[in-house]
T-cell receptor
Framework: QVQLQESGPGLVKPSETLSLTCAVS????????WTWIRQPPGKGLEYLGY???????NYSPSLEGRLSISIDTSKNQFSLNLTSVTAADTAIYFC????????????WSQGTLVTVSS | EIVLTQSPGTLSLSPGETATLSCRAS???????LAWYQQKPGQGPRLLIS???RRATGVPDRFSGSGSGTDFTLTINRLEPEDFAVYYC??????????FGQGTRLEI
């Protein structure tokens, strides 16, 4: 069973950079698609972006310019950096995997709450 | 952007009953590209259905998905207490690459 676990600060100041890492167990990031999704408290799910194992990326247009996602095959993990954060970026952040076909997410992390506040 | 609209927002039912959840897309979605998830408090979503109608591994057969084009349905027969949760549909394609419906809360 693939397991994903996020790590990173739970509190980030406005205008700073939000950085999260997703460690993958029982699978290799040398395959498939690895995605970040967020959920503002009490609200719905928002796709942020993915990194393919080759290193290619896709980002949501609403975040393009602020978001970067990278992959580290040596540590079997992938990461998110979101710059110039505001209170609107406060959310639960999930990492997820898409398998052979990128059409859906078959494994998800439990989620980590990141609050943007001074 | 392909907008997914789920209805109803909240569905109140009792164990043993049948739940019918709707997901309507603002433009046609290929059946291969429509998925359903279940989310319980404090947890990440769980994949239930991919390809509009294919149950994920370990999902009980009381869950079924159907539909095509712009109208998709998730049906849960013989509701069990553990089925009361929030359900999301999701589509792949276009820009942004993935979008989700706003969710249906299934409550006892």
């Amino acid at each position: 069973q693939v397991q994903l676990q996020e790590s990173g600060p739970g509190l980030v100041k406005p205008s700073e950079t939000l950085s999260l890492t997703c460690a993958v167990s029982d699978d290799s990031v040398n395959s498939y698609y690895w995605t970040w999704i967020r959920q503002p408290p009490g609200k719905g799910l928002e796709y942020l972006g993915y990194v393919y194992y080759s290193g290619s990326t896709n980002y949501s247009p609403s975040l393009e310019g602020r978001l970067s996602i990278s992959i580290d095959t040596s540590k079997n993990q992938f990461s998110l950096n979101l710059t110039s954060v505001t209170a609107a970026d406060t959310a639960i952040y999930f990492c997820a995997r898409s398998g052979t076909f990128p059409y859906y997410f078959d494994f998800w992390s439990q989620g980590t709450l990141v609050t943007v506040s001074s | 952007e392909i907008v997914l609209t789920q209805s109803p927002g909240t569905l109140s039912l009792s164990p043993g009953e049948t739940a019918t959840l709707s997901c309507r897309a603002s433009q046609s979605v290929g059946s291969a590209f429509l998925a359903w998830y279940q989310q319980k408090p404090g947890q990440g979503p769980r994949l239930l259905i991919s390809g509009a109608s294919r149950r994920a591994t370990g999902v009980p057969d009381r869950f079924s998905g159907s539909g095509s084009g712009t109208d998709f349905t998730l049906t849960i027969n013989r509701l069990e207490p553990e089925d009361f949760a929030v359900y999301y549909c999701q589509q792949y394609g276009g820009s942004p690459r993935y979008t989700f419906g706003q969710g249906t809360r299934l409550e006892i």
